[in-house]
Nanobody
Framework: QVQLVESGGGLVQPGGSLRLSCATT????????MNWYRQAPGKERELVAR????????EYADSVKGRFTISRDNHKNTVALQMNSLKPEDTAVYLC?????????WGQGTQVTVSS
């Protein structure tokens, strides 16, 4: 059974940092590109960052470039998102997803709230 489980969300002040992690089971993790999406209330789901199966390429939304870093560990079957210099507009549910040209599996998401 394919499972993607996010952790690491929470409440943080503007300018702060959080590190999200996604633990995966049930599929050949090292063969899949991995993604972090986010969805804020009343807004469409947005691709935040993605990374190829072998970590040789990463892509970021313009809104997070220079602040967020995606990484993966193919031995532990995990993907992480380091988020620095957080802004109130980063508040959203962050979801981990497997796939590159199309998404095959989604996690349930973890809430990130940036507020003073």
């Amino acid at each position: 059974q394919v499972q993607l489980v996010e952790s690491g969300g929470g409440l943080v002040q503007p300018g702060g940092s959080l590190r999200l992690s996604c633990a995966t089971t049930g599929f050949s993790f090292s063969n899949y590109g991995m993604n972090w999406y986010r969805q804020a209330p009343g807004k469409e789901r947005e691709l935040v960052a993605r990374i190829t199966s072998g970590s040789w390429r990463t892509e970021y939304a313009d809104s997070v470039k220079g602040r967020f870093t995606i990484s993966r560990d193919n031995h532990k079957n995990t993907v992480a998102l380091q988020m620095n210099s957080l802004k109130p507009e980063d508040t959203a549910v962050y979801l981990c997803a497997a796939g590159w040209d199309s998404i095959s599996s989604w996690g349930q998401g973890t809430q990130v709230t940036v507020s003073s």
